[in-house]
């Protein structure tokens, strides 16, 4: 199990793009760029959908808050 870092184990959302991976969870976007052998908290909450458009342009669509875009890597919102 690869999960350092990885607060929350309930994952609603994944977006992989080669060693980036995205992880959606209830509590945030998880980003790793090891192939998912650490991972770095990016914000939001309730996670529902998630889409990486290249590396740096990353969507999130949030249960009640809508659809956010990030524009480098995840960095913020």
């Known amino acids: 199990q690869t999960n350092i870092g ?3 184990n309930d ?3 994944i977006a ?3 060693s980036i991976i ?3 969870t209830s509590q945030g976007v998880f980003k790793s760029t090891d192939y998912g052998n650490s991972w770095n908290d ?3 909450v309730s996670i529902r959908s998630l889409v990486i458009n290249s590396i740096d342009y ?3 669509v ?3 808050w809508g659809i956010y875009r990030s524009t480098n890597g995840g ?3």
């Open 6 to 8: 990885l607060t929350d």
């Open 75 to 77: 960095d913020t919102w």
């Open 22 to 24: 995205f992880a959606g």
């Open 42 to 44: 990016k914000g939001l």
């Open 62 to 64: 949030c249960e009640r």
């Open 58 to 60: 990353v969507y999130g």
């Open 11 to 13: 994952i609603r959302a």
């Open 16 to 18: 992989i793009n080669d």
